[in-house]
Structures are given as C-alpha cells and as structure tokens.
C-alpha cells in the first residue's frame, strides 16, 4: 500500500514563504495526479492544489498566485511552495493522489490512506 509523508511545516510570519514536500512510497507516483489538502480548525479538509501525471496545475482561488505545486517523479515526491502566507493559510496540510478527476471532485477517492499532515502556522 502507498503510504505518505508530508513535511516541511512551521511557524511563520504573516507575508512569509515555506515549503512542503509529500514523500510518497511505492511505485504509483508517477502514473497519478497528486492533491494537495488542508484542514484548519474546525473546518472540512479543503483541496488547496493538484498536478496531474504530466505535471498540469490547478489551484484553488485562495491560493491561486501564491502557491506553487510541482513533482519531481524520478524522487517519488510532491511539493507545495508557499509564499506570501496569511493568517488564514493555517491549517494542517496534507497530500494524497490518484487519478485526477478523483482527487479534485467531491467525494474523493484516492489510492493511499491519509498521512500525518504537516502543520502550517501563519502568525500576525
């Protein structure tokens, strides 16, 4: 079964950047679209980004010209790079993958359990 990894969350400042990566094992990667989720407190899990196997973005219109997804498949391993970040970007952020029109359109079905997430805090 896959199994994920997300890391590379921390406390930052309001206008800051950080930089997620979603470590993936097996070898499914490659062949599947890769989503990017977020859970803040409270809160239903939103999709915040997706690539699709040949590496076409999309993103949510929260995040959309601040956020930044990209896959290195050779390295089994997503990232979300997150600049100029809001209060309101504070969440738990997790990935997941499988085929595109499943890890974009309620409700989901992906091919590997959730991992632990990566915590995201965005302070004023």
């Known amino acids: 079964q896959v199994q994920l990894v997300e890391s590379g969350g921390g406390l930052v400042q309001t206008g800051g950047s950080l930089r997620l990566a979603c470590q993936a094992s097996g070898n499914t990667f490659s062949d599947n679209a890769i989503g990017w989720y977020r859970q803040a407190t409270g809160k239903e899990r939103e999709l915040v980004a997706a690539?699709?196997?040949?590496?076409?973005?999309n993103y949510a219109d929260s995040v959309k010209g601040r956020f930044t997804v990209s896959r290195d498949n050779a390295k089994n391993t997503a990232y979300l790079q997150m600049n100029s970040l809001e209060p309101e970007d504070t969440a738990v952020y997790y990935c997941?993958?499988?085929?595109?029109?499943?890890?974009?359109?309620?409700?989901?079905?992906?091919?590997?359990?959730w991992g632990q997430g990566t915590l995201v805090t965005v302070s004023t």
């Open positions: 690539i699709t196997s040949s590496g076409s973005p």
């Open positions: 997941n993958l499988g085929p595109q029109v499943h890890i974009v359109t309620r409700p989901y079905r992906f091919l590997a359990p």
